[in-house]
């Protein structure tokens, strides 16, 4: 199924100099980037898109760490669709804690937190968001980006990915 998800390179890939080395990534899987920006998010935007289900997920704490971390320099908010887009960009993203990623995603090859320090800390920088599933991806492209910034094309290459 053709779907559009949202990625977000946050704070530390954008001060570590890896937005292009991640958006590569989903370019060259096939995916389309149909939107593309910078951003220095409120903590009321941040606020919006890490809701309260992640203080009931990881607890307030880590909720409150995540607001900070997110807004704590300009992020990188993309746009990409493609064939089952959700699931294949958080495979080339990787698992939530950095530690548990496999080699060759994202996490797995640039970051490398532990679920260990994570926990006790209530913190973990992973460098980049990607929307769980469908009605959050619906929820958070809707957050980020309006309608005329989102865009369709024709990339030259679409008969060998799709
Ligand atoms: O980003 P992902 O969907 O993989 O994980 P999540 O469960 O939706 O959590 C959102 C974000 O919270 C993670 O990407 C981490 O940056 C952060 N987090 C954290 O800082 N400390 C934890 N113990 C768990 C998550
Ligand atoms: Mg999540």
Known sequence: MI?????LIKP??????????ILKRFEQRGLKIIALKMVQPTKS???QHYS?????????????????YVTSGPI???????????????????????GESAIGTIRGDYAHASKEYA??????????????????AKKELALWF??????DYKRSDE???L
């Open 119 to 136: 926990k006790k800390n209530n913190q973990g920088q992973n460098l980049v968001h990607a929307s769980e599933n469908e009605e959050d």
């Open 52 to 68: 309260e289900s992640i203080a009931e997920k990881h607890g307030p704490a880590v909720r409150n760490y995540l607001l900070d």
């Open 76 to 98: 990188i908010a993309i746009a990409v669709q493609g064939a089952d887009a959700i699931t294949i960009v958080r495979k080339i993203v990787g698992s939530t804690y950095p």
């Open 146 to 151: 309006s309608i005329d910034e989102i865009h």
């Open 45 to 47: 935007l941040a606020g």
């Open 3 to 7: 779907q559009q998800t949202l990625i």
């Open 12 to 21: 530390d890939g954008v001060k570590r100099g890896l937005i292009g080395e």
């Open 159 to 161: 008969e060998y990915i």
